[in-house]
Nanobody, 119 residues
């Protein structure tokens, strides 16, 4: 019904930058909140940043001042600009979206994209 596909992950040196993208496709009426989560090896999945349809944002403390979430409501895409990356940012990053479709409101996840930050 709804597919979320992330891209932009990779290997980067500490202090560098990456820009993650997530594209939503399928049949739906609208996307409410979109978010980026991450999961490091041996750790639970955690929220990195969230953005509402209107553009209001919330960030994890670890991301504040370094990461910026944004979205394009025409393209149904969400982005995460990551600057000043640290080794502790290494994780699989997942796109998440609250979607309204014919069957109501649902929550969906992308397949994840690996971000590795070397020291």
């Amino acid at each position: 019904q709804v597919q979320l596909v992330e891209s932009g992950g990779g290997l980067v040196q500490a202090g560098g930058s990456l820009r993650l993208s997530c594209a939503a496709s399928g049949r739906f009426f609208s996307i409410y909140d979109m978010a980026w989560y991450r999961q490091a090896p041996g750790k639970q999945r955690e929220l990195v940043a969230r953005i509402t349809y209107a553009g209001r944002t919330i960030y994890a403390d670890s991301a504040k001042g370094r990461f910026t979430i944004s979205r394009d409501n025409v393209k149904n895409e969400v982005y995460l600009q990551m600057n000043s990356l640290k080794p502790e940012d290494t994780a699989v990053y997942y796109c998440n979206a609250d979607v309204v479709g014919n069957d109501g409101r649902g929550n969906y996840w992308g397949q994840g994209t690996q971000v590795t930050v070397s020291s």
